[in-house]
Nanobody, 115 residues
Framework: QVQLVESGGGLVQAGGSLRLSCVAS????????MGWYRQAPGNQRELVAI???????NYADSVKGRFTISRDNAKNTVHLQMNSLKPEDTAVYYC?????????WGQGTQVTVSS
């Protein structure tokens, strides 16, 4: 059983910053990918950023240069540093852990960016 617990969401003004964190617990194999997805009202869930256990990261074009993903393998933790936030970044952000073809999801944390 794998559990993901997110923290760090909230309300921020445009141009501000937030840092999301996610801790994974349970049976986790060493080779995996952790990341963040988001879903705004009326939209499909979309990838924001992912990072492999080897440290290779990929970002959605909409967040490149503004968001930075990082992880601590020893602590099974992934972070998302979000800078220069825009109102269009408003969404529920979900932590994701992928082991082979299996996806695990956190409960989601709300990020609201006011203009």
């Amino acid at each position: 059983q794998v559990q993901l617990v997110e923290s760090g969401g909230g309300l921020v003004q445009a141009g501000g910053s937030l840092r999301l964190s996610c801790v994974a617990s349970g049976t986790i194999f060493s080779w995996n990918t952790m990341g963040w997805y988001r879903q705004a009202p009326g939209n499909q869930r979309e990838l924001v950023a992912i990072i492999s256990s080897g440290g290779s990261a990929n970002y959605a074009d909409s967040v490149k240069g503004r968001f930075t993903i990082s992880r601590d393998n020893a602590k099974n933790t992934v972070h998302l540093q979000m800078n220069s936030l825009k109102p269009e970044d408003t969404a529920v952000y979900y932590c994701n852990l992928r082991i082979s073809l299996i996806h695990y999801w956190g409960q989601g944390t709300q990020v609201t960016v006011s203009s």
